[in-house]
């Protein structure tokens, strides 16, 4: 199984990414798909997920400015990132909860990150 991420870069402040990130490999089925990201020097924190029926959770500090949303046909998970703030910077790393066998339990997997840097 792999998680590719892309859409990372470099952007002022008020602006705008999308990031993406696509599921392939040995897949059953996917339920959540998600993001999140690490700043330098800090822990890695929760940016947003969603679910297989589309349902969404934000962190505080980017709920009203993000979006995430998805294409189960795709196995793709999408990351709208709108009004950025330089505090946004950060690597931005997918992940999403997969089977690989039928009747098998879920497990987490992640992609490689993809770097957003927001300038002031």
């Known amino acids: 199984v792999q998680l590719q991420a892309s859409g990372g870069g470099l952007v002022q402040a008020g602006g705008s990414l999308r990031l993406s990130c696509a599921a392939s490999?040995?897949?059953?089925?996917?339920?959540?798909m998600g993001w999140y990201r690490q700043a330098a020097g800090k822990q890695r924190e929760l940016v947003a997920t969603i679910t297989l029926g589309f349902n969404t959770i934000y962190a505080d500090s980017v709920r009203g400015r993000f979006t995430i949303s998805r294409d189960n046909a795709k196995r793709t998970v999408f990351l709208q990132m709108d009004s950025l703030e330089p505090e946004d910077t950060a690597v931005y790393y997918c992940?999403?909860?997969?089977?690989?066998?039928?009747?098998?339990?879920?497990?987490?997997?992640w992609g490689q990150g993809t770097q957003v840097t927001v300038s002031s």
């Open positions: 490999g040995s897949i059953v089925s996917l339920d959540v």
């Open positions: 992940y999403a909860t997969i089977r690989t066998r039928p009747n098998s339990y879920y497990n987490d997997y």
